[in-house]
């Protein structure tokens, strides 16, 4: 009986026996980890997840199927390329406000550092030429005079960025809060300034500017007044506001510049009116002479 030359062919045990079987596949771990990186949604994460899925598509496809992972790495491109452009607009727009941020506080703090060191000439120049005439020299020096007591110093703003700002706003929460609407309206603006003594809560009254002279072309804005919040319900005012009936607050503690305390601005008075004037009474009101 002849021998199958074929026999032992794809036995094991026979020299067909010697044929590597098929390696498993497996999933792509640079694909993985490009995924699990592109979730963080941090800006760098975002970047490298892209650079790993693309290196994981480049492996998965030379790996004969013995990779797969095809779909997490793209994934993990995908997301990582929308991440990564929503952080580049993010700082984008965090930069042009930290240059508004900026102009806005920038009168207000250099006009109190110039009224503290006595420069009132230069000081002056951030003001409206109402508020100017209306402010004397005098006022300027008891402003000063007024918080120095009180506070110390005048150091500067605590914050010189929108995230900086808005925290140090929540730290005055309960201040903010009895401002009664300051800072709530398009031509006030409240920061936090730093003192010797302790932080307050400065709120600057300004006219809105019609052109851009700020640095970049952002506006900066004309003072009209300052205030210096010291706690909930007492605040020291630069111009007494009765200079400026527009401004006028009712209720509160008093201040060095006039009287300045919580709640919203009074209604603009009639032209030609007189603060404290009796009103006219109507016609048919009942104090006409009598006919006999």
Known sequence: MSTNPYASYGNPQGPAGDFLAPEPTRVSVLAIVAFI???LCIPPTGALAVVLGGTAVLFIGNSAGRLRGMGLAIAGIII????TLIWIVLLIGARQAIGVFS?????????????Q???LKAARLHFSPASD?????EMMRRFAESYTAELGAYKGAVASDPM???????RHQTTMNSLGGAGRSGDEFPFVGTFDKS???????????????????????VI??????TGPGKSIWLIDEDKLPRRKRSGGAGGAGGAGGAGTPAIDAAPGAVDGAADPKPVGSGDEPKMP
Do not use: R, Y
Not at 80 to 83: P, S
């Open 37 to 39: 990186l592109s979730l």
């Open 80 to 83: 990582g390329l929308i991440t």
């Open 103 to 115: 102009n806005l506080a920038a009168p207000a703090d250099k006009a109190i550092l110039q009224i």
């Open 117 to 119: 060191q006595g420069d």
């Open 133 to 137: 005439q209306a402010m004397t020299d």
């Open 164 to 170: 900086s700002w808005i925290s140090a706003i929540m």
């Open 199 to 221: 932080e307050a809560v400065v709120l600057m009254q300004f006219q809105p500017p019609t052109t851009a002279s700020g640095p970049g072309g952002v506006p900066t804005p």
């Open 224 to 229: 009209e007044n300052i205030s210096i919040w």
